[in-house]
Structure formats: structure tokens, C-alpha cells
């Protein structure tokens, strides 16, 4: 079974520039998150959707970022303008459904820096 | 609102040491707790879970219990190799459904 996949594996923009990052979920994953993982911190929720629709985006710096996951299978997280403090590394993440039981399976990342 | 505390790192043990690694944590409710481990250059993996109260959660060697009395959800291993040094994070779902991480802990493990 293929995994969760992110693109691109780094990227390095300049402040103020724009940057996105996909996600594809594994198949049937109804549920698909979007994480920042600030160096020595765990990982932060940004996003929840379920299928197409958001869940929860109550820490999703929304002047500048947002995201979307058109027909309920693969999203793109985007920062615009990019900040410094963006540098971060992106995690994706999905699972079968929204449950606390339902385990989440994370891509590998995208490691962001902000010059 | 929930949070999770790891103890301060990073670790450095020899090969076949004893591992500990404290967790704690602060939620209302009947959480799950989890374990996750991140390997150099690879996506964050579950290790173990527990879903309720005096469950053991077990996985390659790694076994962790749900002590609700202590709040606590402490990682161990009783003889490490090198192929286990990574990133470890304890975390919790609480009634919210949310995954809720601790700040994570390197594990270096020399042969």
C-alpha cells in the first residue's frame, strides 16, 4: 500500500515570496491533515479536512496561509507572503476516518526555509 | 487545553543499555496516548498506542502503560540497538479528536 506523498522534499523561497506544497493521501483516507513542525518542537495542527470539507482550522494563520482539497483526495498548503518564522518543516498526514482511534500516517515532509 | 511533556534531551546510550523516556500529561477526560518515532529522512511513524487506563502498548521491543493515577505514559526498552536511534514523540488524542504532541526526543544509541 502506497504511503502518504509530499512534494516538493525542500524548498527555500525569500520572505515575502509565495510558496505551495502538495499532498497526496493514501487511497480511501477520508480525513487528511496539515502539520508545521517547528525544529525542536512537535508537530502543530494547521488543518483537518474531512473528504472536502475543513474540520478545524483554528491554528491556521489565515492572513497567510490556506489550503484546499479539491474533490476530497489529494491538497495543496500554501504560504503567501512568507514570513521568517514560516521555516518549518510541513507534514501531511491522513486516516480512514476523523475518530481518535483512527491512526494517522504522515508523509515524509517538506522542509521549508525562509532566507 | 490537552498538552504532553517529554523529559529533556537528547539521550546518548550504548548499544543493549536500558532505555527510558518520560512522558506526562495534561488532559480532561480518557485520552488515547501514543508513541510516534521519526528515523533520519523519514515521515513520522506510530509505535505504540494505548487507548485506555493500565493498557500496555507494545511494538519492536518499545512497550509503554497507561497510568492514569500518574498521568504518565513512559517509553522503554530493555536493550537498544543503533538501528533505534531516532526522534520520539509522545502524544495524545483527547475528546477533541486532536493529536496532541510533546516536544519530541533524539535518541542516539553507539555500537
Known amino acids: 500500500e502506497a504511503g502518504v506523498a509530499q512534494s516538493p522534499r525542500y524548498k527555500i523561497i525569500e520572505k515575502r515570496q509565495s510558496v505551495a506544497f502538495w499532498c497526496n493521501p493514501i487511497s480511501g483516507h477520508a480525513t487528511l491533515y496539515w502539520y508545521q513542525q517547528i525544529l525542536g518542537q512537535g508537530p502543530k495542527l494547521l488543518i483537518q479536512?474531512?473528504?472536502?470539507?475543513?474540520?478545524?482550522d483554528s491554528q491556521l494563520p489565515k492572513d497567510r496561509f490556506s489550503a484546499e482539497r479539491l474533490k476530497g483526495v489529494d491538497s495543496t498548503l500554501k504560504i503567501q507572503p512568507a514570513k521568517l518564522e514560516d521555516s518549518a518543516v510541513y507534514l501531511c498526514?491522513?486516516?480512514?476516518?476523523?475518530?481518535?482511534?483512527?491512526?494517522?500516517?504522515f508523509g515524509p515532509g517538506t522542509r521549508l526555509t525562509v532566507l | 487545553g490537552d498538552s504532553v511533556t517529554q523529559m529533556e534531551g537528547p539521550v546518548t546510550l550504548s548499544e543493549e543499555a536500558f532505555l527510558t523516556i518520560n512522558c506526562t500529561y495534561t488532559?480532561?477526560?480518557?485520552?488515547?496516548l501514543f508513541w510516534y518515532v521519526q528515523y533520519p529522512g523519514e515521515g513520522l511513524q506510530l509505535l505504540l498506542k494505548?487507548?485506555?487506563?493500565?493498557d500496555k502498548g507494545s511494538n519492536k521491543g518499545f512497550e509503554a502503560t497507561y497510568r492514569k493515577e500518574t498521568t504518565s505514559f513512559h517509553l522503554e526498552k530493555g536493550s537498544v540497538q543503533v538501528s533505534d536511534s531516532a526522534v520520539y514523540f509522545c502524544?495524545?488524542?483527547?475528546?477533541?479528536?486532536?493529536?496532541?504532541f510533546g516536544k519530541g526526543i533524539t535518541l542516539s544509541v553507539r555500537p
Open positions: 498526514a491522513s486516516s480512514l476516518d476523523s475518530g481518535r482511534y483512527n491512526e494517522q500516517f
Open positions: 494505548a487507548t485506555k487506563a493500565d
Open positions: 479536512f474531512q473528504n472536502n470539507g475543513v474540520v478545524d
Open positions: 502524544a495524545l488524542t483527547g475528546a477533541n479528536s486532536k493529536l496532541t
Open positions: 488532559a480532561t477526560g480518557y485520552p488515547s
